[in-house]
Structures are given as structure tokens and as C-alpha cells.
């Protein structure tokens, strides 16, 4: 029996389920999930709903996000170092989690826009000099 097709992206509560898969995976991954908790120390029921708004504005073009969503991962740069490794473990956890759970043009734009993002976050630290590059 083939399996069934997956859906597309369409509602606040389809981001918000994907991202609370994605961030049970970093939250798990043994190089990422230090930064998040230990030294970032995300306070989860209160992130998730900034975040939720923050990738629905993007994803739905909805008007509920208010923030600079990069000035508080420079001052999370100040406290650890950043690897262009740490942004592929992301993408690639972003994109296991969402090639489980979505399928459509929805799910490819996010795709899309997480590269794009870790692309831009990158450039930017490594201008600041926060960007670690090698060993």
C-alpha cells in the first residue's frame, strides 16, 4: 500500500507543529543543542510562539511578527562560537524534520528561506569576525 501523500504547509498550527518537531531534533543534537539550552538558555514556551510568528509571517505573509530575529543570535555569537557546521546541522535537521512532515511549494519556500537565512546569519557573522572558520 503506497504511502499516504503528505500535505502542504497551509496554517499557523502546520508551522507550529513543524517547528516543535525541528526544535526537539536541535534540542537533541549533541553540537547544537548545548547552544540552545545550555548557554542561550531558551525559555521554549515562550520562544516557540515568537518563532511560530516569525516563520508564518515569512511562510503565510501574516503581520504578526514583531523583532530583529538577528540581533539576538550576534549576542548569542559573543558567548559561543559559530561553525559554518553548526548552520549544515541545522539545514539538515530543518530539512529531515520537513521532508517528514510537509510536502508542496509551501514546504519548498521554507526550504528555500531557511538556506537563505543561514546564508545571510553567516555572512553577517563573519563580518563581525564572530564566525569561527576553522579548527
Not at 517547528?19 to 515562550?46: S, T
Not at 539576538?72 to 559573543?78: Q, T, V
Request: charge should be negative; aromatic fraction near 12%; glycine fraction near 6%.
Amino acid at each position: 500500500m503506497p504511502a499516504t501523500p503528505l500535505r502542504d504547509i497551509a496554517t499557523e498550527a502546520d508551522v507550529a507543529f513543524f517547528l516543535e518537531r525541528f526544535y526537539e531534533r536541535v534540542r537533541k543534537n549533541p553540537d547544537l543543542g548545548h547552544i540552545f539550552d545550555g548557554v542561550a538558555q531558551v525559555n521554549w514556551p515562550e520562544h516557540m510562539p515568537r518563532i511560530t510568528a516569525f516563520w508564518t509571517s515569512i511562510l503565510l505573509g501574516t503581520d504578526n511578527y514583531r523583532g530583529n530575529p538577528m540581533r539576538p543570535h550576534f549576542e548569542l555569537a559573543l558567548k559561543t562560537p559559530f561553525t559554518p557546521a553548526h548552520f549544515d546541522q541545522w539545514l539538515e535537521l530543518f530539512g529531515q524534520t520537513m521532508h517528514e512532515c510537509f510536502a508542496g511549494e509551501c514546504a519548498d519556500q521554507a526550504m528555500i528561506r531557511a538556506q537563505s537565512i543561514a546564508l545571510v546569519m553567516q555572512s553577517r557573522l563573519y563580518s563581525m569576525g564572530l564566525l569561527k572558520t576553522e579548527d
